[in-house]
């Protein structure tokens, strides 16, 4: 084998090592359920393309190791498996959105953590204004709850969406970026459940969003043209663009909140 095809299997090995551990994740965090949720990751370098590995499905995620996985090829408007000996998920469409409408995209999670499923599974979204700093840097300020046929113009948008009466997806440029995405999602889901008894929540000052919004951009984060600069480059889920002082950003805006 040459060193190029060694590179790239040992590439893919790795590749399917952390989708295998971002499926067994989800289940320890008890954000799916029996064979519920499903991971993908954009194949890298000549022998990717638009290759994708994908979760089984029918397997609980508790259960996924590497050797699970199938490899999918995008062909026209479907997909088709073309390595592995298990099946694919069929909502496997719905990540194939994902990576059509953003080429920065490399990983798709779908899951269903209780709170934010509840209020995806209410037609509500918890995030119509936003109400803490933090989360308007990793997440933006837009959260939607979205019907499937929706779904391509909400990720050319959003990193996170609430899928109605179905769950949660977070977009990454890596694993690490795609699973805190959905930790971060349930946890702001869970903070504004617990606030509605309360009064609900109250809404940060639109000129502090809109600053937090700018180091969002600066920082690379998100979608071109909304979270991220026309000018900035990815390269393993960080931008080439010098990064803001989120930390001070988000202690003025708690400040003047």
């Given at each position: ?67 699970m996985l199938v490899e ?99 977009l990454g440029t890596c ?83």
């Amino acid at each position: 084998m040459s060193a190029t095809g060694a590179a790239a299997r040992s590439a893919r090995e790795t590749l399917a090592t952390d989708v295998a551990e971002l499926c067994r994740h989800l289940h320890a965090r008890g954000w799916v359920a029996n064979h519920d949720g499903n991971v993908s990751a954009r194949l890298s370098g000549a022998a990717g393309g638009d290759r994708f590995l994908a979760s089984p499905t029918a397997v609980s995620k508790g259960d996924v190791v590497a050797d699970m996985l199938v490899e999918v090829v995008a062909e026209g408007d479907g997909f088709k498996v073309v390595a592995g000996e298990r099946r694919v998920f069929s909502e496997f469409a719905l990540h194939l959105q994902a990576y059509r409408a953003r080429r920065d995209v490399t990983w798709v999670c779908h899951a269903h953590p209780p709170y934010a499923t509840a209020w995806a599974v209410a037609g509500r979204t918890f995030w119509e204004s936003p109400f803490m700093a933090e989360p308007v840097v990793s997440l933006g300020d837009e959260i939607p709850v979205v019907d499937p046929a929706d779904l391509a113009d909400a990720f050319s948008r959003c990193d996170a969406v609430l899928l109605k009466n179905h769950g949660v997806i977070t977009l990454g440029t890596c694993r690490q970026t795609a699973q805190l995405r959905m930790e971060l999602v349930e946890h702001v889901a869970k903070i504004a459940a617990l606030a509605e008894p309360l009064g609900g929540v109250r809404p940060l000052a639109s000129d502090e969003v809109e600053r937090l919004l700018a180091a969002r951009a600066k920082a690379g984060l998100g979608p071109a043209g909304r979270g991220m600069s026309g000018g900035a480059t990815v390269s393993g889920g960080t931008s080439s663009m010098s990064k803001p002082d989120v930390s001070s950003l988000v202690a003025e805006a708690l400040r003047r909140f």
